[in-house]
């Protein structure tokens, strides 16, 4: 059992470099397919020093020549200089960026499931009644506003009007609180709503009236009996999201000025800054690739009957 | 005289559905006693499980009983709290489902799922815990019980899974248990093998046993006494032999003939009930059988026939006793 589960993780690690191969080929060659290049914009600078640019970061080289050159770099750890932001490799300003967003989405994921879950075991065990009826209205609206609208709100109102709480940056504790917020709106609405009609199909599964037969109190049938099968669709969810939200959202990190990775990600596709799109893309795919395998692993865990093959 | 361990008296329950109200139970009456096996027959929506259910106050949503009294090992269950119920359910009356694929949680050992009513019901360290659910599993015929303890229900057969729901039923040895079609989801020679373990289990504990099923052959080798339910009615109340050999309801004597003979002499046809199963939404006035009963009479279709004591033992609800009554009465009159 042990020895097949190392078996299957190493497989997929296997399985997971082939795909980030996969992602740069990709993006590569759409990139440079899109019209323009990091140079192109400035106006000021004359064809002779372009011309020099270009050539001082390979781009007077034929693609594939380049495309070549960057795998071998990437190979040795080497993701290449910004092309825009001057003197700065892309592996300064990912490790420099990233753990701003990271610890932004995680401490949002976490916020998201603690309310989430339980309020959708609520909103099941509940149904038809008032508390029901409250928390579907509440996350239809979490679900329905996008995050530049309840970011603005709540920047206008505890932000500005109630000046309350500090609106740029991440230098207080205090400061955390509207990102965060502003990030965990929508998934803790959504893990809400996945949590409530996971566990209203569970709670009519024949084990559940076996549990009440027994006699235990619907605390436990729900905590103990019901939730570990419901929760199979949050964890499903919640993978993929934490890897979305951890590269950084650039619409909050823009709003609440945050220097997070979010608004490089934006940024770099707009200046075809090439180096920075590629090293951003890799770490979304990587993240992703991550997430999944430890939500299929979590699934093991969860539920024996799950083979992993 | 002693209190019978069961006693349900003109139970009425109906389901609110948005459609209206669906009157399940309207009327039901038995009494078991200690040690006794009772087998409730009828088809489908007979109202056999919403009966049984209700004695451990299992009644499930929209469900709601709304007349009668019953009363069960002292308590009076009708008028039970929740939390007392709570410390009823499993300890003094337990249940097994019809359905043992889906009745075990997967994502639990079986240790587990047993060890879980002892840790409710019992003051029982976690090391004697263990001990009673291997104890458990060799009583329902487990073989490796240490094994089977860790493993998953996933791990085991139809017939494996019905024997540990057993195991979790006895595992307070309740008072009553209640069997909802045991057997029905198991193939014929799990079935038989079940049915043995559970007649081996009764004479060894002394429980009563209430038994329900649609199959006729099942009362018939566990029961000593068979309740015939049609539309939320029971109709017939009597012992197996009573049932079998002097049906005293025509709705018994249609689901008797409708049970194929091995040793028919000649070829006979079965004989099928006709008509169409009561709209509980909407049951008939008289007797819930009158539209699908050969004999019908005009008094049938519009007042519930009284109750006829056919022996100690043995009652009907029928008109067509009432008839004979009524001749036999009036022919004494004339008579006299």
């Known amino acids: ?309 | 005289m002693k209190e019978k361990l069961l006693e349900i008296k003109d139970e009425r329950l109906s389901f609110f559905t948005p459609a209206g109200e669906v009157k399940a139970l309207n009327g039901v009456s038995f009494s078991l006693g200690e040690g006794e096996v009772l087998g409730i027959v009828g088809e489908s929506g007979s109202g056999k499980s919403v009966t049984a259910y209700s004695i451990m106050g299992l009644t499930a949503f929209p469900g709601k009983l709304i007349g009668g009294t019953i009363r069960f090992n002292g308590h009076q269950v009708d008028r039970m709290t929740e939390k007392e119920l709570r410390k009823m359910r499993g300890k003094e009356v337990s249940i097994i489902f019809q359905d043992p694929m889906t009745s075990l949680n997967p994502v639990y050992t079986i240790g587990n799922q047993i060890e879980e009513v002892l840790k409710l019901h019992t003051d029982m360290t976690k090391s004697q815990r263990h001990n009673r659910a291997k104890e458990l599993l060799e009583l329902v015929g487990i073989n490796e019980p240490e094994k089977r303890l860790k493993q998953y229900p996933h791990e085991h057969s139809g017939g494996m899974r019905q024997r540990v729901m057993i195991a979790i039923a006895l595992a307070c040895e309740p008072k009553l248990l209640i069997a909802d079609e045991p057997t029905t989801a198991l193939d014929v020679t799990i079935q038989a093998q079940i049915l043995e373990l559970m007649q081996d289990l009764r004479k060894k504990l002394g429980m009563s046993i209430i038994m329900i099923t649609h199959d006729l052959g099942v009362v018939a080798s566990m029961c000593e006494r068979i309740a015939v339910m049609y539309a939320g009615n029971i109709v017939e109340y009597g012992t197996t032999d009573e049932i079998f050999y002097q049906p005293g309801h025509e709705y018994t004597k249609g689901l008797i003939k409708s049970i194929p003979q091995l040793n028919a002499e000649k070829i006979e046809r079965l004989v099928p009930i006709e008509g169409q199963p009561v709209d509980l939404m909407n049951p008939p006035k008289g007797c819930p059988f009158a539209p699908r009963c050969e004999h019908c009479m005009k008094v049938c279709l519009t007042e519930k026939p009284p109750v006829t004591h056919l022996s100690d033992t043995h009652y009907s609800y029928c008109w067509l006793w009432q008839e004979q009554e009524i001749k036999k009465g009036a022919t004494d009159f004339e008579e006299s």
């Not at chain 1, 060659?29 to 323009?36: E, K, N």
């Not at chain 1, 309310?115 to 509440?138: E, M, Q, T």
């Not at chain 1, 996971?198 to 549990?211: F, H, N």
């Not at chain 1, 596709?269 to 979304?284: A, E, F, K, P, S």
Request: charged share 15%; with cysteine; hydrophobic share 50%.
């Open chain 1, 1 to 309: 059992m042990r020895s097949n589960t190392i078996v299957y993780i190493l497989k997929r690690i296997l399985l997971a470099i082939f795909t980030i191969w996969v992602v740069i080929t990709i993006t590569f060659f759409v990139m440079h397919a899109v019209p323009g290049g990091p140079f192109v914009a400035e106006k000021s600078i004359s064809a002779e020093a372009q011309a020099a640019l270009e050539a001082k970061y390979g781009l007077d080289k034929p693609l594939f020549q380049r495309y070549l050159t960057y795998l071998g770099d990437f190979l040795h750890g080497d993701m290449g200089v910004s092309l825009r932001q001057r003197g700065r490799t892309v592996s300064d300003i990912i490790f420099s960026k990233f753990p701003v967003s990271a610890r932004l989405a995680g401490i949002a994921v976490v916020i998201s499931l603690l309310l989430g879950i339980p309020l959708g075991c609520l909103s099941a065990y509940s149904r038809g009644k008032i508390w029901d009826n409250v928390i579907i209205v509440f996350t239809t609206c979490g679900i329905a506003i996008p995050s530049f609208i309840s970011s603005v709100l709540l920047l206008y109102f505890l932000g500005s009007k109630l000046n309350l709480l500090p609106t740029v940056g991440l230098n207080s504790l205090a400061a955390y609180i509207m990102p965060v917020t502003a990030l965990a709106i929508y998934p803790t609405a959504y893990i809400t709503r996945l949590m409530r009609s996971s566990m209203l199909d569970v709670m009519g599964q024949d084990y559940i009236r076996t549990a009440k037969a027994k006699g235990l109190s619907n605390f436990k049938m729900i905590f103990k009996h019901a939730l570990r099968n419901a929760i199979l669709p949050v964890v499903t969810y919640v993978g993929p999201m934490l890897a979305g939200l951890m590269t950084g959202s650039f619409v909050v990190e823009k709003i609440f000025t945050i220097p997070g990775l979010g608004r490089e990600f934006v940024s770099s596709i707009v200046n075809r800054d090439y180096t920075m799109v590629m090293g951003t893309t890799i770490v979304l795919a990587t993240l992703v690739i991550a997430a999944n395998l430890i939500v299929d692993i979590l699934y093991k865990i969860i539920d024996p009957r799950i083979n992993l093959k």
